[in-house]
């Protein structure tokens, strides 16, 4: 039981290339999240998904698109990376009682 | 609209010392309340929470009670560790997907 598991962990971008986060839960959850932390700003929501083949926009979603492959994987997409997206990047699934269950993180630097 | 404030950091607190951490929150309905930590290179995980009002969530010696007269549920532990040096969260959800999270409060304990 692995939890939410995240690739990759670290990763440097130039201004304008693309990439894709994955993030992965094996608890049979039905909600999944995308967060952004920034220093001094908390979490902030960029995506989410209730469930299988839908999605949401969070507080943050400009410059991000989304994808609900399946119930257990959820990727972010970065179009045309920006040097205002360097951040570190937290996915999460949601069980019971609204406990929210992080991945360890993927650390993104955009040069 | 729905949102979290806590204690601004760093704290640094010797061994043994008494903890808190303040957090109030401003919400419209009836929100269930969360402590979350983060360690060092690590997703955030769930500490303790709260459901109703008056309810006391405990785990690891840490304990936080949900005052709804004073909106708080500051975070308290009577005796710190080294091992409990972290950054801590305060986050409350309000229905499907109402998740806010508080700014965070670094933790540094000194032996």
């Known amino acids: 039981n692995a939890g939410v598991t995240q690739t990759p962990k670290f990763q440097v971008l130039k201004t304008g290339q693309s990439m894709t986060l994955q993030c992965a839960q094996d608890m049979n959850h039905n909600s999944m999240y995308w967060y952004r932390q920034d220093p001094g700003m908390g979490l902030r929501l960029i995506y989410y998904s209730a469930s299988e083949g839908t999605t949401d926009k969070g507080e943050v979603p400009n410059g991000y698109n989304v994808s609900r492959l399946n119930k257990r994987e959820f990727s972010l997409r970065l179009e045309s990376a920006a040097p205002s997206q360097t951040s570190v990047y937290f996915c999460?699934?949601?069980?019971?009682?609204?406990?929210?269950?992080f991945g360890p993180g993927t650390r993104l630097t955009v040069l | 609209g729905d949102s979290v404030t806590q204690m601004e950091g760093p704290v640094t607190l010797s061994e043994e010392a008494f903890l808190t951490i303040n957090c109030t929150y401003t919400a419209t309905g009836y929100p269930s309340l969360f402590w979350y930590v983060q360690y060092p290179g690590e997703g955030l995980q769930l500490l303790l929470k709260?459901?109703?009002?008056?309810d006391k969530g405990s785990n690891k010696g840490f304990e936080a009670t949900y005052r709804k007269e004073t909106t708080s549920f500051h975070l308290e532990k009577g005796s710190v560790q080294v091992s409990d040096s972290a950054v801590y969260f305060c986050?409350?959800?309000?229905?499907?997907?109402?998740?806010?999270f508080g700014t965070g409060t670094r933790l540094t304990v000194i032996p």
């Open positions: 709260a459901t109703k009002a008056d």
């Open positions: 986050a409350l959800i309000t229905g499907a997907n109402n998740l806010f």
């Open positions: 999460a699934s949601q069980g019971l009682a609204d406990t929210q269950y």
